[in-house]
T-cell receptor
Framework: DAGITQSPRHKVTETGTPVTLRCHQT?????MYWYRQDPGHGLRLIHY???????DKGEVSDGYSVSRSKTEDFLLTLESATSSQTSVYFC??????????????FGPGTRLTVL | GQQVMQIPQYQHVQEGEDFTTYCNSS?????IQWYKQRPGGHPVFLIQ?????EVKKQKRLTFQFGEAKKNSSLHITATQTTDVGTYFC??????????????FGTGTQLKVEL
């Protein structure tokens, strides 16, 4: 498995509280992504980064913000958590290889429950 | 926006039976990737298909990309218990800045019974 860790792995929080999830990689890959996975929806892209301080929105970005101050770290923040943000969150990284395959490598996931 | 549908949503098979999952996109895809997620695990890349009509094999797994590049399939011959998991297709588009956006299908959950 690629060197990707996510922290925390599990979190229970209350509605209205801020939450920050961390993704850390040791592969020096340029691109990093945050997805959420919900039953019946597959994986949906929240935000992505194409370099330090370079980020952009995905398809389900409302209520989330991200930051990338170092190549290896990509943070996802829920400013004020809501129950609809209960989900499993996956971080992924990619780097275009010489075959232009753009494989995405996923972290182990964070299970977030908002009560 | 781009939508990717997968059928069936669930499939139970007896060990040794074949299994197929189908993926259909609302738009033409530049290429398609397939991932497998074991129960409680994270998605793991299996393969990427690029060319119209392309067929690739990995041991008992056969992947096809449709001629119109709007559909794809994964076929597993003689399933084994190690094949259990959810199989996702993902259509790829290039993002601002050069990364790639994967629009994932809803997945097909495969269960294999002895």
């Amino acid at each position: 498995d690629a060197g990707i860790t996510q922290s925390p792995r599990h979190k229970v929080t209350e509605t209205g509280t801020p939450v920050t999830l961390r993704c850390h990689q040791t592969e020096n890959h340029r691109y990093m992504y945050w997805y959420r996975q919900d039953p019946g929806h597959g994986l949906r892209l929240i935000h992505y980064s194409y370099g330090v301080k370079d980020t952009d929105k995905g398809e389900v970005s409302d209520g989330y913000s991200v930051s990338r101050s170092k190549t290896e770290d990509f943070l996802l923040t829920l400013e004020s958590a809501t129950s609809s943000q209960t989900s499993v969150y996956f971080c992924a990284i990619s780097e275009r290889d010489r075959f232009a395959t753009d494989t995405q490598y996923f972290g182990p996931g964070t299970r977030l429950t908002v009560l | 926006g781009q939508q990717v549908m997968q059928i069936p949503q669930y499939q139970h098979v007896q060990e040794g039976e074949d299994f197929t999952t189908y993926c259909n996109s609302s738009t033409t895809l530049s290429n398609i990737q397939w991932y497998k997620q074991r129960p409680g695990g994270h998605p793991v890349f299996l393969i990427q298909l690029v060319k119209s009509g392309e067929v690739k094999k990995q041991k008992r797994l056969t992947f096809q990309f449709g001629e119109a590049k709007k559909n794809s399939s994964l076929h597993i011959t003689a399933t084994q218990t190690t094949d259990v998991g959810t199989y996702f297709c993902a259509g790829r588009t290039i993002l601002t800045g050069g990364g790639n956006k994967l629009t994932f299908g809803t997945g097909t959950q495969l269960k294999v019974e002895l």
